[in-house]
Structure formats: structure tokens, C-alpha cells
């Protein structure tokens, strides 16, 4: 069984992520900022069938908390780079600086960090899967987005960097490009939870377990098989600023 390491696991492709792979029986270093949330997490892990679920407390945006988590973890067979997050739908002209910072040091320099950290030990084992959860957003452009996909842009290219150079290391790189889902993501967007609920009105989403699926079913190609990309988004959304509701 595979040891698995997530970073945002409290909540939405996090969770349902380690639920997914608990219930095939691997091991799990769950880490996220909100502690209580992750032993929750933890325990319906080990209930699902986890062979081990360990918490640690980790916030993307500091140095000395990544390096205290990838200090704890152990070495992954599967890294799931699933923290961030998108701050605020201003324009560029009038966005807030802690928006900027925020989703810059979350969704880039975080990933980048728990990433560089990690994959001296996983060349060495000569094996590992790391699985960046990227955005339908790094496949376009909208209007009050203009960071969150810059940041989203920036995880496909640092994805796609990886796979070369991590060439012969027998190490798989994916990166996952989701449409609109129904998680916390929109409440933590908007900062209002009758707001994000607006957003998923007269169509049906993605949800958290369907990302989780298709994770689940690229973590598990054979080692010879590395699937580079998966774009997916409900059936109802046409594009980044398209969906049909009714």
C-alpha cells in the first residue's frame, strides 16, 4: 500500500480525496491549518479502512510550518498538492493586496515549497506520484480573475516542468484541472455563504467526490502509465464563463 501525503485536507478535493484512498487502504499524512476539522477527517479515514492517519498541522503560506510538515511526513508515494484557494472577484485596479498575497503565497510559492521540499526523497526511493490540483482556470481568462488564474497558469507550467525534469526518476507528475465545484471554495471566495450558493443555483456542479474519483483513478494507472493532464467540468459548463442553467 502506498503512503499518501495532502496539504489542504479539511475540506472539498482534500477530504474526499483521503476518504477516497483510505478506502483503499493506504497510509495517510493529512495536513491543513484547520487541526480540529483534520482529526475528523482522520478518523472517518481510519473508519473508511486507512491502514494509518496521521495529522499535522501545516498553513501553506509560511516556511516554517511547511518545513515542519515535510519534516513529519515521511517520504510520499503520492503527493496531492491540494491547497488553495481564490480570494475576492475585484478587478485588477481595485483588488485588495492580502487577495494578491494570499492566493500568490496559497496557490504558487506553497506548492512549490511543500513540493521542493519533498522530491529529494522521492528521487532517491526512485519512485512517486505528485498530483497538483491545479483549475479549469489555467486553460483561460475572466474578468475579476485575473490572479487566481495567473496562479492557476503558474501550477500547469511548474507541472509541466516537473515531468521534465523528473525524467528517468520514475516519479509521475499530473496535474488536476477542475471546473466550478460545489466545496467551500466559493464561501471562502465571497466570504458569504448565501452568495456562493447562488453561484451552483438551476445547474449541478461538480462535486468533491467526482474530483476525488478521477485523482483515485490516476493514482492508480499502472507505474508505467502517467496521466500528464485531466480537464473535467459539469456537463452544464461550456467554459469558464459559460454555464447553462435551467
Not at 495517510?28 to 478518523?43: I, P, Q, T
Not at 467551500?184 to 456542479?205: N, Q
Request: charged content about 25%.
Amino acid at each position: 500500500m502506498s503512503h499518501v501525503v495532502i496539504t489542504g485536507a479539511s475540506s472539498g478535493f482534500g477530504e474526499a480525496s483521503a476518504l477516497g484512498f483510505a478506502k483503499l487502504g493506504h497510509s495517510l499524512f493529512l495536513g491543513a491549518r484547520r487541526v480540529d476539522r483534520l482529526r475528523e477527517v482522520a478518523r472517518a479515514c481510519l473508519e473508511a479502512g486507512a491502514r494509518e492517519a496521521e495529522v499535522h498541522e501545516l498553513d501553506v503560506r509560511g516556511k516554517k510550518s511547511i518545513d515542519e510538515f515535510c519534516a513529519a511526513c515521511g517520504t510520499p508515494d503520492i503527493l496531492l498538492n491540494n491547497a488553495g484557494l481564490a480570494l475576492g472577484r475585484d478587478p485588477v485596479s481595485s483588488m485588495k493586496d492580502e487577495d494578491l498575497v494570499g492566493m500568490v503565497e496559497t496557490n504558487v510559492i506553497g506548492l512549490v515549497r511543500v513540493t521542493r521540499a519533498l522530491l529529494p526523497r522521492m528521487i532517491a526511493a526512485k519512485r512517486g506520484h505528485i498530483i497538483n490540483l491545479g483549475s479549469y482556470a489555467a486553460r483561460g481568462v475572466y474578468e475579476g480573475g485575473a490572479v487566481y488564474a495567473a496562479t492557476k497558469h503558474s501550477v500547469r507550467v511548474i507541472s509541466e516542468t516537473l515531468r521534465l525534469e523528473l525524467s528517468g526518476t520514475n516519479i509521475r507528475v499530473t496535474e488536476m484541472d477542475p471546473g466550478m465545484a460545489e466545496t467551500e471554495f466559493s464561501i471562502v471566495r465571497l466570504g458569504d455563504e448565501s452568495k456562493a450558493k447562488k453561484v451552483y443555483e438551476g445547474w449541478e456542479p461538480l462535486t468533491a467526490a467526482d474530483v476525488a474519483d478521477a485523482i483515485l483513478w490516476v493514482a492508480t494507472r499502472p507505474p508505467h502509465v502517467n496521466v500528464s493532464e485531466v480537464v473535467m467540468t459539469a456537463t452544464a459548463q461550456a467554459s469558464l464563463t459559460k454555464v447553462h442553467k435551467g
